[in-house]
């Protein structure tokens, strides 16, 4: 408890100075005979080797670019090529010491990487493991080309698979290591430890933290290396992942074997540029970027810059901060210095640097100083590199030849199957663990404080004789949410939580009260105020394995986690080929008396997003059920909470909400009250004004209506939605968010389209206005209310004899404010 880590002000009040230690720069010394204390002729020459097929894969990818072709062969590759000719050294020396156990996570410019880090994994593997490995990666598709092209040992047939599953994978072919889903700037191969590159800068700033999170978790051996470029360094989620990762908590409050640093590098690859800016003197200020793990914690992250232009010096580094690793003292930043010769993308005219600078890079050229050495030294002769050159150059031209081949590496066939990549969007799996395994706890469930006392709660709204249960002894809306959650965490040792003020406090909105009790830190923590790292880490430890709860207090927080929401969480399951999957929930709460930046809806946004599943549940059974299967499936799951009816008790289920395990499946909206002349379809809170005005409708004027719940919004089934219509012939969509722009404008427009015939009136929407949320007491102007329900259906739907509308949904009215943009 942090409450046992007192607060003095004795002593946080007392004068003194913080001092900085000394952070090393370009330190490695060492010379080849030193070194051969370490390495063998043949590791010397491997290392040369690889730096070699590098500089070829990219080079021979330049001319593509540039000239449409290589050796010959003619070729045009629309995509991107963000090459990293330079950058070899680097590449090879940060994977020589990983192991297939430890992970690497890149940027847009990762071929190297993943090269360097798949050569480094072949060399280590068994052959017979290596060849189950390729034999089983979908169905041995890629191995078979491979086979027929090459013959040799598995290793060499390894060395082949990973150049030809690369390559197919940049050139978007069904072979290629995502199916031709990822590309150049995502290709990745989990069975090696490459795990996503990102064309997001800075995307893996945060994921990464989430993969060391899972190692640690659950016990995991290896590290994570998150590779990324040195302009990154002034990204949000990276500045938010070494925040994540640098907490004090796992050396303060962790306990046991959990205490300690996490296993992560963060690896910046320091090219000196972005683009065009240039880093150290224009577009940061930090000189020499090993300097930004200063001011992160005592230990300065044991930052440290390397020079990156010398294997040898690359390795050295990654192997004394493995040990700091080792002795739980992680995370680790380096300042991996390199260059690179080739432009930010073969397009670019390198109109920002000089002729002189590129010409002063190469001429200190990683791989011909190498292999000088490698002479001087007398561990191989200048013919002996002569040859790994040119029969790499026709390794090469094999390779190309065989991921060009429409016949041998043809594209995803989307004209035989128009939905296959609809088919791997998500991966529609139900697990009950993730891992077999004791789930870690401090307490039997049943002596839970808050289980025993829900034990006692009224689990319907009224009692026997029909009134209304009191606040205090009501089973509440809050409490379906935490037995769906508290019981997943006795089933799943994976399970993990974390998000602002999760520990302790209680979780946002009592949601989370008595989970401390039952949990030890490792499995529900408090995070900083990182809304973006809080989902990319989760994005992390999910796609490692992991399920995971990642909390954003309030909806308007989603804008600081919007690329991980966007970009990240939706995407890696497809861009994986479907072979990832990710069993994220994202809580996220729509505020409620807070004003402008504290109670919007915005379930209209993330629905628009393809690959996340999207569910608003508005009552404590629902919300119960569609835990559970969120908690149950394997998805990215982002389920929105209302804050105005967190203390709401069940008033659709008679018999109450059930104290055992039951599941909602996701996407299946439910008939809330029968009738037969409107139906009003709701998304979240909005059910209860709905119900109101169901109320007036029918005592005065003998209006039925037809209630339906969505509770998701993606998937959504309408086939329930569209045989009401067919009853009613009328329809009003309502729900708490804006109304311009919203999912119930989609919703209307596809049921427009599948009930046209059946339908008296257009369907009509009534959502929020498209204002700032004013302060609560005026919120009853912005939020919909009954009357607007029943104005909608008057003025637009089906005239009510005697009804005194407002107006507020004519026509004239609607395109004025459209004209107005409000
Ligand atoms: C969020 C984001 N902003 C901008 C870009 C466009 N962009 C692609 S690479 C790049 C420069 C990145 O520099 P650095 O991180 O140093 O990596 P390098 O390209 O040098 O390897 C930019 C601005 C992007 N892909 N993502
Ligand atoms: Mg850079």
Same mark, same amino acid.
């Given at each position: 408890m942090p409450k046992s880590q007192n607060i003095d002000p004795k002593i946080v009040r007392k004068p003194e100075y913080i001092e900085f230690g000394r952070i090393p720069v370009n330190q490695y010394n060492k010379t080849i005979e030193q070194e051969k204390k370490i390495y063998s002729s043949e590791d010397f020459i491997g290392i040369f080797t690889d730096m070699v097929i590098i500089r070829e894969f990219e080079t021979m990818l330049n001319l593509i670019k540039?000239?449409?072709?290589?050796m010959g062969i003619p070729y045009n590759h629309p995509g991107p090529a963000h090459l990293s000719i330079g950058q070899e050294a680097s590449a090879v020396g940060m994977a020589y010491?990983?192991?297939?156990?430890d992970y690497i996570f890149g940027s847009h410019r990762s071929h190297g990487e993943i090269l360097a880090k798949g050569l480094s994994a072949i060399k280590k593997l068994d052959e017979g493991t290596l060849y189950e490995i390729m034999k089983n990666y979908f169905g041995g598709n890629a191995l078979r080309v491979v086979e027929k092209g090459f013959s040799g040992s598995a290793r060499e047939l390894g060395r082949n698979f990973l150049l030809y599953g690369a390559l197919a994978e940049i050139f978007a072919r069904?072979?290629?290591?995502n199916k031709g889903l990822g590309g150049s700037m995502h290709a990745f191969f989990t069975?090696?430890?490459?795990y996503p590159n990102n064309?997001?800068?800075?995307?893996s700033g945060d994921i990464s933290v989430g993969a060391a999170l899972f190692k640690k978790i659950n016990r995991k051996p290896g590290i994570v290396v998150c590779n990324i470029g040195d302009? #990154?360094? %002034?990204?949000g989620p990276v500045w938010e992942g070494i925040c994540f990762a640098t907490m004090d908590q796992y050396n303060?409050?962790?306990?046991?074997?959990?205490?300690g640093g996490l296993p992560l590098i963060f690896n910046f690859m320091n090219n000196l540029y972005g683009m065009g800016g240039q880093?150290?003197?224009?577009?940061?200020?930090?000189?020499?970027?090993?300097?930004?793990?200063?001011?992160?914690n005592p230990d300065s992250m044991h930052a440290e810059r390397v020079d990156g232009y010398n294997p040898l010096a690359v390795i050295d580094a990654f192997r004394r901060k493995k040990k700091i690793i080792e002795e739980k003292k992680g995370p680790v930043l380096l300042d991996t210095l390199t260059y690179r010769i080739?432009?930010?993308?073969? #397009?670019? %005219?390198?109109?920002?640097?000089s002729k002189e600078e590129i010409e002063a890079w190469q001429k200190e050229d990683s791989i011909v100083a190498y292999g000088n050495k490698l002479v001087e030294a007398g561990i191989a002769s200048a013919s002996k590199l002569e040859e790994i050159r040119s029969e790499t150059g026709e390794l090469m031209t094999a390779i190309l030849k065989l991921a060009i081949d429409p016949v041998v590496s043809p594209l995803l066939d989307l004209s035989a199957n128009r939905d296959a990549i609809g088919e791997m969007m998500f991966s529609n799996a139900s697990v009950d663990r993730m891992e077999d395994g004791k789930p870690e706890v401090l307490l039997p469930l049943e002596v839970n404080p808050r289980v025993k006392s829900l034990k006692t709660k009224?689990?319907?709204?009224?009692d026997g004789e029909g009134k209304p249960v009191s606040k205090a002894k009501l089973y509440q809306l809050r409490d379906g949410i935490f037995e769906a959650v508290i019981d997943r965490f006795y089933k799943d040792p994976t399970l993990a939580a974390w998000g602002e003020e999760n520990r302790d406090w209680g979780g946002a909105f009592a949601v989370y009260r008595g989970l401390t009790e039952a949990l030890p830190y490792q499995r529900l923590f408090n995070s900083p105020i990182s809304e973006g790292a809080i989902v990319g880490a989760a994005i992390g430890y999910g796609m490692c394995g992991g399920r995971v709860i990642a909390e954003i207090?309030?909806?308007?927080?989603l804008g600081r986690s919007g690329d991980e929401v966007f970009n990240q969480l939706p995407k890696w399951q497809a861009m994986s080929g479907n072979l990832i999957r990710m069993p994220v929930v994202v809580r996220v709460s729509v505020g409620s008396k807070y004003g402008a930046q504290h109670s919007q809806d915005w379930s209209s946004l993330v629905a628009h997003i393809p690959g996340l599943k999207v569910v608003f549940p508005a009552t404590p059974y629902d919300a119960k059920g569609l835990m559970n299967s969120a908690l149950q499936g394997t998805d990215p799951v982002i389920f929105f909470e209302s804050q105005r009816i967190y203390d709401t008790g069940e008033m659709f289920h008679r018999e109450g909400v059930p104290g055992g395990y039951y599941e909602i499946p996701l996407g299946e909206p439910d008939i809330k009250l029968k009738g037969d002349d409107v139906t009003i379809l709701t998304i979240g809170a909005t059910l209860y004004p709905a119900l109101k005005a169901a109320e007036i409708l029918k005592e005065k004027y003998g209006t039925g209506c037809e209630i339906i719940d969505a509770?998701?919004?993606?998937?959504?089934?309408?086939a329930p939605v569209v045989e009401s219509v067919k009853k009613t012939g009328r329809i009003v969509l309502a729900s708490?968010?804006?109304?311009?722009?919203?999912?119930l404008k989609e919703m209307a427009q596809t049921i427009t389209e599948l009930a046209f015939d059946f339908l008296d009136a257009p369907p009509v929407v009534v959502g929020s206005r498209n204002w700032i949320t004013p302060a609560f007491e005026m919120e009853k102007y912005f939020f919909p209310q009954a009357d607007w329900i029943t104005d909608a259906i008057h003025e637009k739907i089906l005239p009510l004899k005697g009804y005194v509308s407002?107006?507020?949904?004519s026509s004239d009215r609607t395109v004025r404010l459209s004209s107005e943009g409000v």
């Amino acid at each position: 408890m942090p409450k046992s880590q007192n607060i003095d002000p004795k002593i946080v009040r007392k004068p003194e100075y913080i001092e900085f230690g000394r952070i090393p720069v370009n330190q490695y010394n060492k010379t080849i005979e030193q070194e051969k204390k370490i390495y063998s002729s043949e590791d010397f020459i491997g290392i040369f080797t690889d730096m070699v097929i590098i500089r070829e894969f990219e080079t021979m990818l330049n001319l593509i670019k540039t000239t449409n072709e290589y050796m010959g062969i003619p070729y045009n590759h629309p995509g991107p090529a963000h090459l990293s000719i330079g950058q070899e050294a680097s590449a090879v020396g940060m994977a020589y010491n990983l192991g297939v156990e430890d992970y690497i996570f890149g940027s847009h410019r990762s071929h190297g990487e993943i090269l360097a880090k798949g050569l480094s994994a072949i060399k280590k593997l068994d052959e017979g493991t290596l060849y189950e490995i390729m034999k089983n990666y979908f169905g041995g598709n890629a191995l078979r080309v491979v086979e027929k092209g090459f013959s040799g040992s598995a290793r060499e047939l390894g060395r082949n698979f990973l150049l030809y599953g690369a390559l197919a994978e940049i050139f978007a072919r069904e072979n290629g290591f995502n199916k031709g889903l990822g590309g150049s700037m995502h290709a990745f191969f989990t069975p090696f430890g490459i795990y996503p590159n990102n064309a997001i800068v800075g995307g893996s700033g945060d994921i990464s933290v989430g993969a060391a999170l899972f190692k640690k978790i659950n016990r995991k051996p290896g590290i994570v290396v998150c590779n990324i470029g040195d302009a #990154s360094s %002034a990204c949000g989620p990276v500045w938010e992942g070494i925040c994540f990762a640098t907490m004090d908590q796992y050396n303060t409050l962790w306990s046991g074997d959990f205490r300690g640093g996490l296993p992560l590098i963060f690896n910046f690859m320091n090219n000196l540029y972005g683009m065009g800016g240039q880093t150290a003197g224009e577009t940061m200020g930090f000189k020499i970027l090993a300097r930004l793990g200063a001011g992160v914690n005592p230990d300065s992250m044991h930052a440290e810059r390397v020079d990156g232009y010398n294997p040898l010096a690359v390795i050295d580094a990654f192997r004394r901060k493995k040990k700091i690793i080792e002795e739980k003292k992680g995370p680790v930043l380096l300042d991996t210095l390199t260059y690179r010769i080739s432009g930010h993308s073969p #397009s670019d %005219a390198s109109s920002y640097r000089s002729k002189e600078e590129i010409e002063a890079w190469q001429k200190e050229d990683s791989i011909v100083a190498y292999g000088n050495k490698l002479v001087e030294a007398g561990i191989a002769s200048a013919s002996k590199l002569e040859e790994i050159r040119s029969e790499t150059g026709e390794l090469m031209t094999a390779i190309l030849k065989l991921a060009i081949d429409p016949v041998v590496s043809p594209l995803l066939d989307l004209s035989a199957n128009r939905d296959a990549i609809g088919e791997m969007m998500f991966s529609n799996a139900s697990v009950d663990r993730m891992e077999d395994g004791k789930p870690e706890v401090l307490l039997p469930l049943e002596v839970n404080p808050r289980v025993k006392s829900l034990k006692t709660k009224e689990r319907f709204y009224m009692d026997g004789e029909g009134k209304p249960v009191s606040k205090a002894k009501l089973y509440q809306l809050r409490d379906g949410i935490f037995e769906a959650v508290i019981d997943r965490f006795y089933k799943d040792p994976t399970l993990a939580a974390w998000g602002e003020e999760n520990r302790d406090w209680g979780g946002a909105f009592a949601v989370y009260r008595g989970l401390t009790e039952a949990l030890p830190y490792q499995r529900l923590f408090n995070s900083p105020i990182s809304e973006g790292a809080i989902v990319g880490a989760a994005i992390g430890y999910g796609m490692c394995g992991g399920r995971v709860i990642a909390e954003i207090m309030y909806c308007d927080f989603l804008g600081r986690s919007g690329d991980e929401v966007f970009n990240q969480l939706p995407k890696w399951q497809a861009m994986s080929g479907n072979l990832i999957r990710m069993p994220v929930v994202v809580r996220v709460s729509v505020g409620s008396k807070y004003g402008a930046q504290h109670s919007q809806d915005w379930s209209s946004l993330v629905a628009h997003i393809p690959g996340l599943k999207v569910v608003f549940p508005a009552t404590p059974y629902d919300a119960k059920g569609l835990m559970n299967s969120a908690l149950q499936g394997t998805d990215p799951v982002i389920f929105f909470e209302s804050q105005r009816i967190y203390d709401t008790g069940e008033m659709f289920h008679r018999e109450g909400v059930p104290g055992g395990y039951y599941e909602i499946p996701l996407g299946e909206p439910d008939i809330k009250l029968k009738g037969d002349d409107v139906t009003i379809l709701t998304i979240g809170a909005t059910l209860y004004p709905a119900l109101k005005a169901a109320e007036i409708l029918k005592e005065k004027y003998g209006t039925g209506c037809e209630i339906i719940d969505a509770r998701s919004l993606v998937p959504f089934n309408y086939a329930p939605v569209v045989e009401s219509v067919k009853k009613t012939g009328r329809i009003v969509l309502a729900s708490d968010a804006s109304s311009r722009g919203s999912f119930l404008k989609e919703m209307a427009q596809t049921i427009t389209e599948l009930a046209f015939d059946f339908l008296d009136a257009p369907p009509v929407v009534v959502g929020s206005r498209n204002w700032i949320t004013p302060a609560f007491e005026m919120e009853k102007y912005f939020f919909p209310q009954a009357d607007w329900i029943t104005d909608a259906i008057h003025e637009k739907i089906l005239p009510l004899k005697g009804y005194v509308s407002s107006g507020r949904y004519s026509s004239d009215r609607t395109v004025r404010l459209s004209s107005e943009g409000v």
